[in-house]
């Protein structure tokens, strides 16, 4: 549990210390004060990333140096974001490699940026994976870098007017090995999801929601299959297969839901991933914090009740919204709510 947050000229604030010593916080407020970015700055104090964009120096006061997040929980985590740099620590100790930082400080967002599962590119499907994957197996992670260096480096190999068939067979094996272990790994998430999804989907009282993942290659030949394209990578000099151009897709009844679902069923398609998503992290490990950024208004009345239940029992939750009067009786009653 979160009992306090710190943040220093992170976003408009340029000092805030809030107690959180609560199972269940609501930020409440009008647009722009800042709710959603406490919620970013918890994000990052777990994941190191930011929910709402991939360069964290955007998340500096204006005129800043520098912003600093610290977030006590079980432990001291603190994240200090420069122009060109961001440095991680726990208990005041800095932690040079994100691998070891990642999978201490569990946490899932629900937010509208989340639409990018549904509307999104492959790479925002692709990120979702490998983030999660990170945090819950720290291999993941280092098998990761060992493929992008691999895979940089053929690349970088056939752009060479002349090929050097027997490094490129060597660097074809080493992405290879990896790839398998990053597959294996998606997958197992993937089937982790679907199978929480389907009494989420069921407790929710809509559409059946499953995921299904989009390979670039023969799994059970992977080798083979990066043979059978070895001419084509040659042609447009770069790999043309491999996890880096995987994704998955999201079905509703068997639909795409990236083509057929409207605005209003994307939204409950991304709440209830997430909520698979905490299911998952929980079974795996232990229940995640949970970050609500302003979903209330996205949910009919029958919705509202079934994602009540859900979050009745969970360690800690923070919400952010417009009007508590967008908060449920059955939540409220508990929480301690903040005025932002």
Do not use: W
């Amino acid at each position: 549990m979160i009992k306090n947050i710190k943040l220093n000229n992170f976003r408009i604030f340029e000092k805030l210390e809030l107690d959180t010593n609560n199972s269940l916080i609501i930020f409440s407020g009008k647009n722009a004060r800042g709710k959603t970015s406490i919620l970013e700055a918890i994000y990052i104090a777990g994941t190191t990333k930011s929910h709402r964009e991939n360069n964290l120096e955007n998340t500096i006061r204006f005129n800043e140096q520098f912003a600093k997040i610290e977030v006590k929980a079980d432990k001291k985590y603190k994240v200090v974001i420069s122009k060109d740099s961001k440095s991680l620590f726990i208990n005041d100790i800095e932690i040079k490699k994100s691998s070891e930082y990642l999978g201490n400080l569990d946490v899932v967002m629900i937010s509208p940026t989340d639409i990018s599962l549904i509307r999104g590119a492959k790479g925002d499907k692709r990120r979702f994976l490998d983030l999660n994957i990170s945090m819950l197996n720290k291999k993941y992670l280092k098998e990761s870098s060992r493929y992008k260096k691999a895979l940089n480096e053929r690349n970088l190999l056939l752009k060479n007017k002349k090929i050097d068939d027997v490094m490129l067979d060597v660097l074809t094996n080493e992405l290879v090995e990896s790839l398998k272990y990053i597959y294996d790994s998606r997958i197992y998430l993937i089937d982790k999801l679907n199978y929480y999804l389907k009494d989420i989907s069921k407790n929710m009282k809509i559409e059946e929601i499953k995921l299904i993942y989009e390979q670039t290659y023969d799994p059970n030949n992977i080798l083979e299959s990066f043979n059978e394209k070895k001419q084509i990578d040659i042609k447009y000099q770069a790999t043309q297969i491999g996890t880096h151009r995987d994704s998955f897709k999201i079905l509703i009844n068997g639909l795409d839901a990236g083509v057929y679902a409207s605005e209003g069923q994307s939204r409950i398609i991304y709440i209830a991933i997430k909520l698979a998503l905490a299911k998952v992290i929980k079974e795996l490990k232990e229940e995640p914090i949970m970050l609500l950024d302003d979903i209330y208004q996205a949910l009919d009345k029958d919705r509202i009740v079934s994602l009540t239940e859900y979050l009745k029992n969970i360690k800690q939750v923070f919400i952010t919204t417009t009007t508590i009067l967008d908060v449920p009786d059955d939540i409220l009653k508990n929480a301690l709510v903040l005025r932002i």
